[in-house]
């Protein structure tokens, strides 16, 4: 089996993993990011720039931002769900920012109120705007697999996001299995039907565990030539307008997975297990991952 020699690994827990939380404070956050930035990790997914109503752990996304300059060796990113979210992360000085266009109409509705269609039309104008301030665009794909209202997304909503994404210009893809139901057989089928159509497009992926096959289903999105994943310390998270989902996959765990592998990144495990304590404590409750519980073979 040809493997990728690395993966890069974004770590999500600052946006994806607190936005179901209760808000915690700013300060807290920072205590996070600080913990993460010292696991080596190279891109980390900062905040949003979305409805503070919809998403109240996530209001202070401009005071964040004020201080993402404290961590000058990381490429921040903020997620945003609207042209207007996407000139709020710009003028906050994100210099990477992320569209999400959920494939199935009933989330889409329930995450941003359209239709996949009506938020696949918005894509080219947030293009323009980041690149006229040299900013790049990730175009995330979510429900690439399963919806919790409509059930399976037949593969072809997905190609037709992505053929809008490339046409106007967007910089990255992702696919995001956002409630946890893929499995390796199916990641592996999206992910061949999508390369014909993007090109030398970098295409990621965003993996939920809420039924056990997170890890599993990252493992075949490598096997399958994906070399950029998105992961969250302690797994983290979850969607807040997505009914049952759950669990990102764990920034360690994943780290475990690819180390023992053969396959280099960036992120030191034992830090990252450490980071993983420090968001247990700043939510309040257990956390899913693995080697949070059980720790690594090799550091104990």
């Known amino acids: 089996m040809d493997l990728p020699a690395k993966v890069d690994i974004r770590e999500v827990s600052l946006r994806d993993?607190?936005?179901?939380?209760?808000?915690?404070?700013?300060?807290?956050?920072?205590?996070?990011?600080?913990a993460i930035a010292a696991t080596g990790v190279r891109e980390v997914e900062a905040t949003a720039f979305v409805s503070p109503s919809k998403v109240p752990a996530l209001a202070d996304a401009p005071e964040l931002a004020a201080e993402l300059h404290r961590f000058p060796d990381i490429e921040f990113s903020a997620l945003v769900a609207s042209p207007n979210g996407a000139k709020r992360?710009?003028?906050?000085?994100?210099?990477?920012?992320?569209?999400?266009?959920?494939?199935?109409?009933?989330?889409?509705?329930?995450?941003?109120?359209?239709?996949?269609?009506e938020a696949t039309a918005q894509i080219a104008d947030i293009v323009a705007i980041a690149h006229d301030s040299d900013t790049t665009v990730?175009?995330?794909?979510?429900?690439?697999?399963?919806?919790?209202?409509?059930?399976?997304?037949?593969?072809?909503?997905?190609?037709?996001v992505a053929d809008a994404a490339t046409a106007a210009g967007a910089d990255r893809l992702a696919i995001a299995d956002t409630i946890g139901t893929t499995t390796p057989g199916r990641v592996i089928d999206l992910i061949s039907a999508l390369r014909p159509r993007i090109g030398d497009t970098p295409l990621g992926a965003h993996f939920h565990n809420t039924r056990g096959a997170g890890l599993a289903s990252a493992w075949a999105a490598v096997t399958a030539g994906v070399t950029r994943l998105d992961a969250s310390v302690g797994g983290l998270g979850?969607?807040?307008?997505?009914?049952?989902?759950?669990?990102?996959?764990?920034?360690?765990?994943?780290?475990?997975?690819l180390r023992d592998s053969g396959i280099d990144v960036d992120v030191d495990l034992g830090a990252a297990i450490a980071a993983a304590e420090v968001a247990r404590r700043a939510v309040g409750h257990d956390l899913p991952s693995a080697l949070l519980r059980a720790g690594d073979r090799i550091l104990g």
Do not use: M
Request: hydrophobic share 45%.
């Open 17 to 34: 993993g607190l936005q179901i939380e209760q808000p915690i404070p700013l300060e807290a956050k920072l205590e996070l990011l600080a």
């Open 89 to 117: 992360a710009v003028a906050a000085g994100l210099r990477s920012i992320e569209y999400v266009v959920s494939a199935a109409d009933g989330h889409s509705r329930a995450n941003v109120g359209r239709s996949t269609a």
């Open 138 to 160: 990730e175009v995330i794909i979510a429900t690439a697999w399963d919806c919790p209202f409509d059930g399976p997304t037949p593969p072809e909503r997905v190609l037709e």
């Open 238 to 257: 979850g969607c807040p307008f997505a009914p049952g989902a759950s669990g990102n996959i764990a920034t360690e765990d994943l780290v475990y997975l």
